[in-house]
């Protein structure tokens, strides 16, 4: 079956412009969760989506970053005013129901700030 | 801080099985061994996990010591596309947030020709 997907697969912004990153997870699948990666790092949790409760919304790291999830299915991901610390790799994945799951992974956005 | 160690790299051989190892000493009973895999530019990609008993799936074995303290995921017949930096993560199930799902440096696993 289809699996998570997202889009763009990469973007370039300049400093200060907003961006929006897509994720659609596997349909079915009722958590979901975005985390970047930095150049040969590990992921860092950004933020976790789980039916309709109330996200967790710990890991994001400034008041630039916000997500949503519209219709318990698709969520975007947007930065704001990006800086270029935020050059990484964004990925998104869902699982059946919760974290007590296996998480299954996209591809990613690759976003590079110039 | 990531609760497993792993060897930065290791190589295998086209064709013979690789052998990965984990060790998590201070895993709690409620914890169980993850892994994942990340091929270079793509997203991590789940391999298998497990509690204490073995498990095997299309993919790999995962061997648990008794004492649940290491583990070895086992890919029977190591592949070129199986070169990737491997991740063992330690998960406990009661907590409910996506937090403690950590990933540290991993094993980068060169299959040669």
């Known amino acids: 079956g289809a699996g998570v997907s997202q889009s763009p697969s990469n973007k370039v912004t300049e400093k200060g412009k907003d961006v929006e990153l897509r994720c659609d997870p596997i349909s079915g699948h009722t958590a979901l969760y975005w985390y970047r990666q930095s150049l040969g790092q590990g992921l860092e949790f950004l933020i976790y989506?789980?039916?309709?409760?109330?996200?967790?919304k710990s890991g994001l790291p400034s008041d630039r970053f916000s997500a949503e999830r519209t219709g318990g299915s698709v969520s975007t991901l947007t930065i704001q005013r990006t800086q270029q610390e935020d050059s990484a790799v964004y990925l998104c994945?869902?699982?059946?129901?919760?974290?007590?799951?296996?998480?299954?992974f996209g591809p990613g956005t690759r976003l590079l700030v110039l | 801080d990531a609760k497993t160690t792993q060897p930065t790299s290791m190589d295998c051989a086209e064709g013979r099985a690789a052998n990965l190892p984990c060790n998590h000493s201070?895993?709690?009973?409620?914890?169980?061994v993850y892994w994942y895999r990340q091929i270079h530019s793509q997203g991590p990609q789940y391999i298998i996990h497990?509690?204490?008993n073995n498990e095997t799936n299309e993919m790999a074995s995962l061997i648990i010591t008794e004492d649940r303290k290491s583990s070895t995921l086992i890919l029977p017949h190591a592949t070129l596309r199986d070169t990737a930096v491997y991740y063992c993560i330690v998960r406990s199930l009661r907590d409910n947030y996506g937090q403690n799902f950590v990933f540290g440096p991993g094993t980068r696993l060169s299959v040669l020709p």
């Open positions: 201070t895993i709690s009973g409620n914890e169980y």
């Open positions: 989506f789980q039916g309709n409760s109330a996200p967790d």
């Open positions: 497990g509690l204490k």
């Open positions: 994945a869902s699982s059946l129901r919760s974290v007590q799951e296996t998480q299954y």
